[in-house]
Nanobody
Framework: QVQLVESGGGLVQAGGSLRLSCAAS????????MGWFRQTPGKDREFVAA????????NFADTVKGRFTISRGNAKNTVYLQMNKLKPEDMAVYYC????????????????WGQGTQVTVSS
């Protein structure tokens, strides 16, 4: 079983930065690919970024490329989403997810989910 806890959300002005963290617990969590998704009211949860278990492979949604980065801590059980140049359209609840499979942008491929953290961007 894998448990995921997100933190780091909050209120930021447009153009600012935030770093989200996802702390993962579980015996083999370091082998799991991890992803970030986001959701706004009335919309589907959408892919943001993902990283492989080793940290060597990453993938980003086109909407965040060049602004967001994803990384893993040294112990591989923490995943970070660094968000720069935030825009009002980035405002959402951000969810961390883990998959036994490879890096993926599909929600259906993820086995475990966190509770989410709110990111609010003021214009």
């Amino acid at each position: 079983q894998v448990q995921l806890v997100e933190s780091g959300g909050g209120l930021v002005q447009a153009g600012g930065s935030l770093r989200l963290s996802c702390a993962a617990s579980g015996r083999t969590v370091s082998r799991y690919a991890m992803g970030w998704f986001r959701q706004t009211p009335g919309k589907d949860r959408e892919f943001v970024a993902a990283i492989s278990g080793s940290g060597g492979t990453t993938n980003f949604a086109d909407t965040v490329k060049g602004r967001f980065t994803i990384s893993r801590g040294n112990a591989k059980n923490t995943v970070y989403l660094q968000m720069n140049k935030l825009k009002p359209e980035d405002m959402a609840v951000y969810y961390c997810a883990a998959t036994r499979g490879v890096v993926s942008g599909s929600r259906a491929d993820y086995d475990y989910w966190g509770q989410g953290t709110q990111v609010t961007v003021s214009s």
